[in-house]
């Protein structure tokens, strides 16, 4: 059974930083494209970070650039989102989102395999 876990979610305060992650089991994902998708309460999910299955090429959301960082360790099996100078519009439950293709897509349609997410909550 393939299982996305992610972890490192919390209380953070505005401006403070957090390092997320997302350890798979089941299947490897060296091969796969993996990206972090965000839903804020009453809001759509929305894609925040993606990384081709060699982490040679990166992808961001305009709102997170500069300010979020997507990596992985093919040999942990797990990727990382080390978000910084959080803000309160970043405040959502994060999902971790798997993909068969190797480059990163910024549609959820384009991931197979799916988190059951952690809470980011920030306070001012």
């Known amino acids: 059974q393939v299982q996305l876990v992610e972890s490192g979610g919390g209380l953070v305060q505005a401006g403070g930083s957090l390092r997320l992650s997302c350890a798979a089991s089941?299947?490897?994902?060296?091969?796969?494209?993996m990206a972090w998708f965000r839903q804020a309460p009453g809001k759509e999910r929305e894609f925040a970070a993606g990384?081709?299955?060699?982490?040679?090429?990166?992808f961001y959301a305009n709102s997170v650039k500069g300010r979020f960082t997507i990596s992985r360790d093919n040999a942990k099996n797990t990727v990382y989102l080390q978000v910084n100078n959080l803000k309160l519009e970043d405040a959502a439950v994060y999902y971790c989102a798997g993909s068969w293709r190797q480059s990163v897509t910024v549609l959820m349609d384009g991931y197979q395999y799916w988190g059951q997410g952690t809470q980011v909550t920030v306070s001012s």
């Open positions: 990384i081709n299955w060699s982490g040679t090429t990166t």
């Open positions: 089941g299947r490897t994902f060296s091969n796969s494209a």
